[in-house]
């Protein structure tokens, strides 16, 4: 199985602030990852997909980067919307494994 | 507009089996693959399995192998797990969601349906 790590694990941020979340795959998965944003007791919500491509209704604050093995989640200026947990995904191979999540606070 | 409206809230003892459902409305039920995405209180999101709801050719997780049967109804537009021999650790949130050709991303989700496993 492909293993999906992201770091940090969770993060304090302000209002405003530009944020990176890095998502590692434990080997190659070219441009097959994915971005959810998941609230608390809400289902998750997809962001980003196939690396870069910002999914239909997703604000242009959102950006992903990266291929093979190291991928970013790029947030240019966070809105208090925007606490939330955020997983990677790959789409590679199955399984389809999600990365352990990263929760942005609120500093 | 596409919508994914799953079944309700089940309280299941040990042992026994859980059937979810999940009902596509908005598009064409056959053109999409579902998955299906469990979550345990406190914890992150677990790839159960996939079926394609054109060949109904599914692929499971292996710690849910032997366990888990995922089906679709194309005449109702609805895409069934069911899970069996559950334990404490099948408790969970248990969502449905539709894959994108691109890249297998989940783009719609159901709202979620939680199974206690309790004696």
């Known amino acids: 199985d492909i293993q999906m790590t992201q770091s940090p694990s969770s993060l304090s941020a302000s209002v405003g602030d530009r944020i990176t979340i890095t998502c590692r795959a434990s080997?190659?998965?070219?441009?097959?990852l994915n971005w959810y944003q998941q609230r608390p007791g809400k289902a998750p919500k997809l962001l980003i997909y196939?690396?870069?491509s910002l999914q239909s209704g997703v604000p242009s604050r959102f950006s992903g980067s990266g291929s093979g093995t190291d991928f970013t989640l790029t947030i240019s200026s966070l809105q208090p919307e925007d606490f939330a947990t955020y997983y990677c995904?790959?789409?590679?191979?199955?399984?389809?494994?999600f990365g352990q999540g990263t929760k942005v606070e609120i500093k | 507009q596409v919508q994914l409206v799953q079944s309700g809230a089940e309280v299941k003892k040990p042992g026994a089996s859980v059937k979810v459902s999940c009902k596509a409305s908005?598009?064409?039920?056959?053109?999409?693959?579902f998955v299906w995405v469990r979550q345990a209180p406190g914890h992150g999101l677990e790839w159960m399995g996939w079926?394609?709801?054109?060949?109904?050719?599914?692929n499971y997780a292996q710690k849910v192998q032997g366990r888990v049967t995922m089906t679709t109804d194309t005449s109702t537009s609805t895409a069934y797990m069911e899970l069996r021999s559950l334990t404490s650790d099948d408790t969970a949130v248990y969502y449905c969601?539709?894959?994108?050709?691109?890249?297998?991303?989940?783009?719609?989700w159901g709202q979620g349906t939680l199974v206690t496993v309790s004696s």
């Open positions: 969601a539709r894959q994108l050709n691109q890249g297998a991303a989940y783009d719609y």
């Open positions: 196939a690396a870069s």
């Open positions: 079926i394609s709801a054109y060949s109904g050719d599914t």
């Open positions: 080997q190659s998965i070219t441009s097959y």
């Open positions: 908005g598009y064409t039920f056959s053109n999409y693959a």
């Open positions: 995904q790959q789409g590679y191979s199955v399984p389809r494994t």
